[in-house]
């Protein structure tokens, strides 16, 4: 018994050295991604933090991080609110001997730095002193936005949410001012003050939330990309491309992307037909409409309104008309790609956002 386990073991270990029927070794497959769900759909971990920085940007009211009453001393605030932007607020300042307002102006959605930028050191971050925008009469900052690791409420609630951390992208908001005197230290000297406050806003965990503003913009609380879950089911979302940007939304549909946007347009004029579009009513309610003839097939545009106009002017401001005027912004959505698809998801999208009737 002995001799024939001794003629095993020296088989078996001929046979392993030999390798000739053994597998040969390959290394242990890459775990899968982390997935998550967002608006009803599985998301890669890394995708979905550029939804939370999302988020987290919808979450901050504009003219809040600005300090009115600091800005006052260069002139009378005639006007603070949106513009051409639901992520944007514009304070325009009646500056004594000028014909034009000086204007600062800060949005929440911007691009990071370009190499070509200037950097500078302001209340101990690095700003990028934007090469390309500045001229003679403004100047122009791209400032990173870093939320403290503090609880912040969740959008249209009073209740705390998770912690609000830095994620990587960082993302930028942009600040400017223009057409200030140098007596008052000039248009860089105001933007420069501006930022300052901003980051030590957020440095010491007062970041002003949209839901506690004075006057709402509820549209601006509200991401595009919850349309995604009302597609019907004869045109199914096949992916869509996360990014940090608050109030866009780029959905892929047969192939083509649909995009959802959320913008600010004129308070008198934002449902007046222009350019090639028509009045339509679908569902109910009135939309812009146009539609142009692609190779792939025809193209459709839609505009509606949502939610009341918001007044950006400051009580008693005496400033010149126009600025007033200016100040009064319809916020509104957009839903544009292939006519067909779009034109399916247009009830769903009326109801979804809350457009006007």
Known sequence: MSRLMSVVAVSALLSGCSGASSAPW????????????????????????????????????????????????????????????????????????????????VDLAA??????????????????????????????????????????????TETEGPDIVELPPVPYMSVSASNFRSVDGGQCAVAQEVVAGILTTFAEDRVPRRNRAPVGVPLAERSPCELMERFPSEFPVERFDATTAPYECKLWVGGEIVGVYFKAEDGDSAMRPVSGQRAETIAGYPVLASEDDWPGGPKCVFNFAV????????????????????????????????????????????????ANR
């Open 26 to 105: 390959e290394p242990p497959s890459a775990p899968e991604a982390q997935m998550v769900t967002a608006f009803g759909r599985p998301v890669p971990s890394g995708e979905h933090i550029k939804l939370q920085a999302a988020e987290q940007l919808r979450s901050v009211d504009p003219c809040g991080v600005l300090n009115l009453d600091s800005l006052s001393r260069l002139g009378e605030v005639m006007t603070a609110g949106p513009s051409r932007a639901l992520s944007e607020c514009v304070v325009n300042v009646a500056v004594a001997g000028q014909s034009l307002p000086g204007t600062v102006k």
């Open 111 to 156: 691009n990071g730095p370009s190499p070509d930028d200037e950097t500078l050191d302001i209340a101990g971050e690095t700003v990028a002193f934007d090469t390309l925008l500045s001229t003679g009469y403004s100047c122009h900052y791209q400032v990173p936005v870093k939320f403290p690791a503090t609880p912040a409420p969740m959008s249209g």
């Open 307 to 354: 939610g009341p106009v918001y007044d950006g002017s400051r009580p008693g401001s005496a400033g010149p008309g126009w600025v007033r005027d200016d100040a009064r912004v319809q916020p509104t959505a957009q839903v544009n790609g292939p006519c067909e698809p779009v034109r399916a998801v247009m009830p769903a999208a009326l109801e979804l956002f809350g």
